[in-house]
Every structure is written in C-alpha cells, then in structure tokens.
C-alpha cells in the first residue's frame, strides 16, 4: 500500500471532487450511506453537508484515514475508519445501509472474478432491501478493446501525477509515477488491477438479488457507451 501513502498528500488535487459528481450522487443516495475506498473523504465529506445523511467511509490505507478524519474534525453524521472491503461482513450486520459506494475504480483492486462475486453478494447482504450501489471503475470495455496504456497526466501548481497500463495476462499493471513539483521527488510505484467489463458486473449484480440496473459513461449523467465511454457508472438496486 506504499503507492497510496505516497499518494495521499496529493490526493485532493489529483482527484477533486467535481460538482458534476457532487450532483450525482447527491441524487441518488439517502439515509445511512457506507463508502468504500473513502480514501481522503473528499467524496464524503462533500456529502455530509446533507445532515440528513450519515456516512462512514472505510479504507486500508492508514494515513488516507488519518487526513480524512482530520479534514471531518467534530462533523458528527460523518466518521472513517480503517476498514477492508473484502471482509463487508465481518465488520458490518447485514440490512444496515441504505445505499454504499464503490468509487475511484476501487473495484479492480480485487484480485480475480471470484473475490469480485464475492464482493457484490457480500454488497447486497449488508444493504438495506431496496438499498442502491454505486460503483465507479474505468470502461475496460473500451481499455481492452482499444489497447489503452496512456493517461492523460494530472498536473497541478504541485503535483504532476502520470499513469500508464501494461496488460499481463489477465490483469492490468497499472504504473504511476508522482512527481512533487516544488520538491522535485519523484514516487514510482506499480499495482496490479483486474480489469472488469460492464456485461460483467450487471451479470454478477443480477445473480446476487440486484433487479434494476442504469449505466452511466461520466457522472453528468452521460448514457454509458462501451466504445467511447471515460467510465464505466453503474447504478443499482
């Protein structure tokens, strides 16, 4: 987990929330919400404006979770903690959410099509009935297809984040490389992702109780197209 230590103190500039998906969500969640991923709780926090709304966040990395409590401060409808997807039902009751989110292509950091299928039963026992699931990765549709292996590269007035795909067998090394701009230090790491299609994730949905699907190609509400699509947004319940 050293790539995302590195990365959280560039995180909210590399990845802002934007106020199209701001909106977005906004739209489309209620009640008692769970995050996963949370990374710096940006997402979260834009949420929690909404008091209305209660929202914790979990991830594995410990200084992501450490910059998201210190940012949340005494917010009371918002909390984070240390917390690994893979294990939804040893750390939460199930019915407890309303809705949980999957955000920033978190995903496909699940190692292979079983711990994925796992993953969404173990999504849909701690939902509420009727509860809804958001979930984010890239269009890997489109990435395989077209052989995508470049990124455009994120530059701020401090950080200069660039990525790169390399295809492996059945998985993406997925290659990054941060520089500081005011520091000149330079961070270099590389994960493995597994890359999951849309027809997938519906089947996987379906199979596990899900009974009603939207797919979305950007958080402005775009259609979701599998040729020309940035990401792949599913929204189900």
């Known amino acids: ?18 106020a199209d998906m701001k909106t977005f969500l906004k739209e489309k969640v209620n ?48 909390h984070f903690m240390i ?8 750390q939460f009751p199930q019915e407890q ?26 999504v849909k026992k701690i939902l509420k009935p009727r509860g809804s699931f958001i979930t984010q990765i890239m269009n890997y549709d489109k990435i395989i297809h077209d052989m995508v292996m470049n990124f455009p590269p994120v530059k701020t007035q401090k950080v200069l984040f660039e990525r790169f795909y390399r295809f492996v067998e059945n998985k993406i090394l997925f290659t990054t490389k941060i520089t500081d701009l005011k520091t000149g230090k330079v961070y270099t790491n590389a994960i493995n992702l597994y890359p999951i299609l849309s027809e997938q994730l519906t089947t996987f949905m379906k199979e596990c109780g899900f009974e009603t699907f939207k797919l979305y190609g950007a958080y402005n509400g775009e259609p979701y197209s599998s040729q020309y699509s940035y990401h792949t947004i599913i929204y189900a319940r």
């Open 97 to 122: 959410f309303d809705s949980i989110l999957c955000l920033g292509n978190t995903l496909s950091h699940l190692d292979d099509i079983n711990q994925v299928k796992a993953f969404i039963r173990s």
């Open 31 to 78: 009640g008692t919400i769970l995050s996963l991923g949370c990374a710096t709780g940006g997402v979260e926090l834009a949420l929690s404006e909404n008091q209305n709304l209660d929202l914790t966040g979990i991830d594995l990395n410990e200084k992501m979770i450490a910059l998201a409590l210190k940012k949340a401060g005494n917010k009371p409808n918002v």
């Open 1 to 18: 987990m050293s790539f995302y230590t590195d990365l959280s103190e560039y995180y909210d500039e590399v990845f802002p929330v934007s």
């Open 83 to 90: 917390g690994d997807m893979t294990k939804l039902e040893e």
